[in-house]
């Protein structure tokens, strides 16, 4: 990821600042930058050099002259296309014997003038490529002095300009009781103090003022260099940055160097409401890939202050969450991330799983693509046994690394042959909200995330998870615990950014811009998202049909998911009625309660609400078997029991304990409303007090 400085290693001497250091992809632009210098201080001619070349130019030019050499190229040029168009006649149907004869008389005469005029150009070539070569020579030296004389003006203009701002910068400080320290000194000379201005840096699109905070005694010791009685926290309140903006008529804001010693006022020189470009396109991110992280599959955020590209990887920040409010640009971003994934990654590299739960409609242009490792996801039926055949993927790629003793993907590459590479997995699920609400669904899909959140790294395996509503249902703690990168769009309020960022920074962005805040715990970078057209989307899609097929042995037939769910996904239960038995006799002596049942049992195989509606279904039903035993429920004062069913008082019908029917019922409860339907079951097992005892008022009471 691109920062703009970093702290080195090295610790400090005793008293001594940290030391920053340029940052190795910024260090990459500014010697991208000291080439292009170098390369115009070659360019620059001197003035000796400069008079041979004018001297031998004009004597080039008397002779290419006197040959007619543009003469012959514009001749040649015209027969070429004299040639061609003969060619085109004698191929046309219907031609009669003696127009053919004149078409071949025409061409013979043509190319041979043709073959005059090329002994002719060939022998004043050398000295055409002289004399083009001499004017590119001169017309860059021009050009070269043309920029340097701009670049002074534009120096000269921004330093007049920055004192402009300093002045008022200045102004501001003496006109704010919290911002200086003024009164009569011994002599009865008035003073005012103002924090010092040490330093002005110049860039393109903003002015930025570094404030002297400390400095150094006679005695090696360090000390405030602010005024008396004026904090660092005046300097950066609100009420300051406001009176700025009214004097300098810019946007100011605070920007701290990032080992947090320095602290500067950024004045913006652009339109935008922070300093950063309005509109970015992909096609002008795309040549700042970053081509040595290949491996680690980059993708581009935006672009930030200054005009530098943010890029991130998915070894380094395995899994996204993407949050944003309607038309904050969510599917914009996820467009670009995953043409730049499919068009810098072949197959073999790089394998994409859609889940798009809105029947299809945000991924259609992508169904196309040779990354895909099964068929898009259409339907939240098909979510579960997809996560679970990933989940099979991860635990044989976790097997065969632990083979071989590979910590992560790369390395395991590193280790095997060609043939035997794995590709990174990408697992996209578009809108996560439309995944709630399903009963033990929703509770199984989260599982299976959780597992892949955790352990997918290693492998390769990494997950983008999107939605636009921020709630914490939709995103539980567990999601952005284990999702590294969260980046949010414009959001509705302050709690809704604080939902996915933990800082209200989304929701002061501006509307419908394309803004999006990339945190990495409490670091944060705001940046311009690339806009992708669909004809991009479309070439990318195009450039990924001309990669060669892919390896799928790895991968299940996708069909199994799209078509016919096999017997391998079907869903299992994880606890049954026999295991709740067992669970009431071992621990609780045949007690039916649900708050003590839930205590000794794992939460990932049941939750409190679904284990309610087992007990329910238990008590309602008729007498069952259990190794071999009848037994059946009666009521002790406040609880239920499970007791053999000849000290039951109520003799009923023997079966086996029927799971397709406590199924139905758990299906015919959901229909209730819920809260409804808590309140009950609470009533019905754990203070049934109110219950009568007869079991048919007792059952009406419960359903």
């Known amino acids: 990821m691109r920062r703009e400085i970093e702290i080195d290693d090295a610790l400090p001497k005793p008293g001594e600042p940290l030391t920053p250091k340029i940052h190795e992809h910024n260090q990459a632009i500014l010697d991208e930058e000291l080439q292009e210098r170098q390369r115009r201080l070659n360019g620059r001619l001197g003035w000796r050099e400069r008079l041979r070349l004018k001297k031998r130019y004009r004597q080039l030019w008397r002779k290419l002259r006197a040959a007619r050499w543009n003469d012959l190229v514009n001749e040649r040029w015209q027969l070429h296309q004299q040639y061609i168009a003969l060619k ?55 050009e070269i002095i043309a920029y340097e004389a701009e670049e002074r003006e534009n120096h000269k203009a921004f330093r007049r300009e920055a004192i402009t701002w300093e002045a008022q910068i200045k102004s501001v400080f003496r006109q704010s009781k919290r911002l200086h320290h003024a009164g009569y000194d011994a002599k009865g000379e008035w003073f005012c103090d103002i924090p010092i201005i040490e330093r002005c840096i110049f860039r393109e699109d903003r002015v930025l003022y570094l404030l002297k905070i400390s400095k150094r005694t006679w005695l090696r010791k360090w000390k405030s260099a602010l005024p008396y009685n004026v904090d660092v926290d005046d300097l950066m309140c609100e009420e300051t940055l406001e009176n700025l903006k009214a004097h300098t008529n810019r946007v100011v804001e605070v920007v701290r160097s990032q080992n947090g010693q320095n602290i500067f006022y950024a004045i913006n020189r652009v339109d935008s409401p922070d300093g950063i470009p309005k509109k970015v396109l992909y096609s002008k991110v795309m040549p700042w890939y970053p081509t040595k992280d290949h491996t680690k599959t980059p993708w581009c955020a935006g672009v930030t202050n200054d005009r530098k590209t943010e890029w991130f990887n998915f070894e380094d920040e395995p899994h996204v969450l993407i949050a944003g409010s309607t038309k904050s640009g969510k599917s914009n971003q996820i467009n670009a991330m995953i043409t730049t994934m499919t068009t810098m990654n072949s197959p073999a590299e790089l394998r994409l799983v859609l889940i798009d739960n809105k029947g299809g409609v945000e991924f259609t242009h992508w169904s196309a693509l040779k990354h895909l490792a099964t068929p898009m996801i259409k339907s939240a039926e098909r979510v579960l046994p997809t996560l679970r055949w990933l989940r099979q993927i991860m635990e044989r790629r976790l097997a065969a690394f632990e083979a071989i003793k590979a910590k992560n993907l790369m390395s395991y590459n590193a280790k095997v042959d060609d043939t035997s590479k794995l590709p990174r997995v990408v697992v996209v699920i578009d809108e996560m909200a439309t995944l709630l609400g399903l009963g033990d669904l929703t509770t199984d899909i989260q599982n299976e995330l959780r597992v892949l959140t955790s352990q997918g790294r290693a492998v390769g395996l990494h997950v983008i998870v999107c939605t636009q509503h921020s709630s914490a249902d939709v995103l539980p703690g567990w999601i952005k615990t284990n999702m590294v990168l969260r980046i949010a769009g414009k959001m509705p309020s302050h709690h809704a950014s604080m939902t996915i960022l933990d800082s209200a920074s989304a929701a002061m962005l501006p509307d419908n811009v394309g803004r999006m805040v990339f945190a990495l715990g409490r670091y944060e970078v705001i940046a311009q998202t690339p806009f992708i057209s669909d004809e991009e989307i479309a070439r990318a899609v195009h450039i990924s049909r001309e990669f060669p097929e892919p390896d799928n042995r790895e991968f299940a037939p996708p069909e199994s998911i799209t078509a016919a769910i096999p017997a391998l996904f079907q869903p299992v239960e994880r606890f049954s009625q026999q295991d709740l038995i067992a669970a009431a006799l071992e621990h609780f002596e045949g007690q039916l309660s649900a708050n003590k049942l839930y205590e000794v049992i794992d939460p990932e195989l049941i939750t409190l609400h679904a284990l309610r509606k087992m007990i329910a279904g238990l008590i309602n039903g008729h007498q069952f078997k259990y190794h071999g035993v009848v037994y059946g429920i009666e009521k002790r004062k406040r609880s239920y029991y499970v007791v053999p069913a000849g000290t039951v008082q109520k003799d009923d019908e023997v079966t086996e304990p029927d799971i397709d029917n406590a199924s139905e019922m758990a299906s015919q409860s959901e229909s209730d409303d819920s809260e409804t339907r808590e309140n009950k079951l609470d009533d019905t097992i754990d203070t049934a007090e109110e219950l009568h005892e007869d079991r048919d008022q007792r059952s009406v009471l419960v359903v």
Request: no cysteine; aromatic share 6%.
């Open 88 to 142: 085109h006649s004698y191929s046309q149907p219907g031609q009669h014997g003696n127009h053919l004869n004149k078409l071949k008389r025409d061409a013979r005469a043509v190319a041979a003038r043709g073959r005059q005029l090329n002994a002719l150009i060939e022998r004043w070539q050398p000295l055409a490529d002289e004399f083009e070569q001499i004017s590119g020579k001169l017309k860059t030296h021009h």
